[in-house]
């Protein structure tokens, strides 16, 4: 069965409601791409050098990034002449196929969170200001509160005026047991959150960090002490080190994650306010440019609107009208 085929199939084959979120979060994206590609089909007709130079524009306006583009255009064009395509109309086909290839070749790249099998497993959240580190680590623990662990949240995010609240109020909303102080160093109020996660048997420990990058240093300091402390707990913890991106502010985001990699070891990017954008194409433009895997993606607001990342439903998210 070709992918096209399969994707097809994804909404025969997968939980509805799943399906819903990938459906309604990647609207403005898919209304503005795939209509546009569509016309693109009608106005050309014919696969001509002018139909690749305005798709190459459709590309980097729904963000897939420029070099992405390139070189997807570059692997469509090859496509086009090995298989002797002529109509645009049987180009889309091999369209949403190249896109996914993008996605799943070059480097194993696991979307899969690393689980500690000895102990509690510690997931550390780091991002920019407002890019929704805070929703995330509440609809996270909405999520492993519902899958039947134990939820421990930290509030390392110490320092902006209510931080630990906005947590502590996520604890609460999922029923997940909390840690925070106010105005004390962030390593210190983690390490008093560890000692008591220990105690607790918790499962899962999810710390919330400040959003700070106009100093690199500081912050690379900063979550070297941050680290240090987790590991002095728990051997081989972060199991993950997440960098939040809000796909909104597109190429931003990846100059984002260039820069927070080159400071410490980010093991995956969650991808939130994907629904509030057209610029869906920013998770493809992340996995080439950056090498990241993207692990979650937010597709809106609710608890409930953070979806692992699945290549499959994301396509069909962004083709649905057009398969
Ligand atoms: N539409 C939409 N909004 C989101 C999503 N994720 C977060 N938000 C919103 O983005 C805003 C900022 O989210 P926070 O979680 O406070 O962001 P933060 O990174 O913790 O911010 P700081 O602590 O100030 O650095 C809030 O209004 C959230 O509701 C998403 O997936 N979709
Ligand atoms: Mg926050």
């Known amino acids: 069965m070709g992918l096209f085929d399969k994707i097809k199939n994804v909404f025969k084959t997968k939980e509805k409601e799943e399906i819903e979120v990938y ?3 990647l609207e403005k994206t898919r209304k503005e791409f795939v209509s546009e590609l569509n016309i693109l089909g009608i106005k050309y007709k014919k696969v001509t050098d002018e139909y690749f130079d305005e798709l190459e524009s459709l590309l980097i306006k729904a963000d897939i990034g420029v070099k992405t583009a390139f070189d997807f255009l570059d692997r469509l064009k090859k496509r086009v002449k090995k298989e002797n395509i002529t109509d645009t109309e049987n180009l889309k086909e091999v369209i949403v196929d190249e896109l996914f290839l993008i996605y799943v070749t070059g480097e194993n790249l696991s979307d899969k969170i690393n689980m500690n099998p000895t102990g509690p497993t510690v997931l550390l959240f780091v991002g920019v200001n407002g890019v929704g580190k805070t929703t995330t680590i509440g609809k996270l623990a909405y999520k492993y509160k519902n899958e039947g662990k134990k939820v421990m949240l930290i509030a390392g995010d110490t320092f902006r005026a209510g931080a630990v609240e906005q947590l502590k109020i996520w604890a609460d909303k999922t029923d997940s047991l909390f840690f925070g102080k106010e105005n004390i160093d962030p390593a210190g109020v983690i390490y008093e959150g560890l000692e008591n996660a220990m105690k607790e048997n918790v499962d899962i420990v999810l710390v919330d960090t400040a959003g700070r990058l106009q100093n690199k240093v500081n912050l690379m300091n900063e979550l070297e002490k941050i680290n240090k402390v987790i590991g002095k707990f728990i051997p081989n913890a972060p199991q993950e080190t997440l960098l939040i991106i809000d796909a909104t502010t597109g190429q931003n985001g990846i100059l984002q994650a260039e820069s927070f990699k080159s400071i410490t070891n980010i093991t995956g990017i969650v991808l ?52």
């Open 272 to 323: 939130t306010k994907l629904d509030g954008t057209a610029k869906g194409g920013i998770v493809l433009a992340i996995k080439e440019s950056v090498g990241i895997p993207v692990k979650f993606i937010g597709l809106g607001e609710g608890m409930e609107d953070l979806k692992s990342f699945d290549i499959e439903e994301y396509i069909y998210g962004l083709f649905k009208d057009m398969i």
């Open 23 to 25: 459906d309604k979060g």
